[in-house]
């Protein structure tokens, strides 16, 4: 059977019509606060070689603290990587997790690729310096994000990093540093 071209036009079209019609209702899902906190981070980017991250944006414009607010941002950015360069250039990751977030990675990541245990949640909490409950909260937030997954068989703190992620070169997701200026501006750079 062979295929017209000319009624291929009509199935495109409608395809372009359903994605930029999930474009536009992403961006009507965002808070007022939710939006605030993209508009300072597309102005903040790339200033002073800033990759400022979504905790440190939400602070510098008053918006609480809150993982799940931290979530719908995150998955804003990580669906629309055509909003900057720095998305581009860096990957949603490294503007998406917290620093402890980005520490318990790291720690994961590294134990899987050197074949070592997977880490108690204990253990964790020691080598990142920061309490339990925090730990189970970072893993929690990793495992939304589709870094980690659980896995009863893993041992440890029960849960395995995604493949994508142990062989992730040059794993520059998981490197910030926080800068904080004499004005009071805070932001992060790679």
Not at 169 to 184: A, C, E, N
Request: no cysteine; proline share 5%; charged share 25%.
């Amino acid at each position: 059977m062979k295929t017209k071209p000319w009624l291929l036009l009509p199935v495109i079209a409608l395809l372009l019509f359903v994605n930029g019609a999930g474009a536009a209702n992403d961006q009507a899902q965002l808070t007022a606060q939710e939006q605030r906190v993209i508009d300072y981070l597309l102005k903040d980017w790339g200033e002073d070689s800033s990759v400022t991250s979504v905790d440190i944006a939400m602070n510098a414009v008053k918006v609480a603290p809150s993982d799940e607010t931290r979530f719908r941002i995150g998955n804003y950015i990580k669906a629309h990587p055509e909003l900057h360069e720095v998305i581009r250039r860096w990957g949603w990751v490294a503007l998406v997790l917290t620093p402890n977030e980005k520490l318990i990675a790291r720690a994961l990541i590294n134990a899987e690729r050197d074949g070592k245990p997977v880490p108690s949640v204990s253990e964790l909490a020691k080598a990142v310096g920061i309490k339990e409950p925090d730990v189970k909260r970072g893993l929690a937030m990793l495992e939304r994000y589709e870094i980690l997954s659980k896995d009863s068989k893993a041992g440890g703190v029960g849960y395995v990093v995604i493949p994508r992620y142990v062989k992730w070169q040059p794993r520059l997701d998981f490197v910030f540093h926080k800068i904080s200026l004499d004005s009071g501006r805070q932001f992060n750079v790679n």
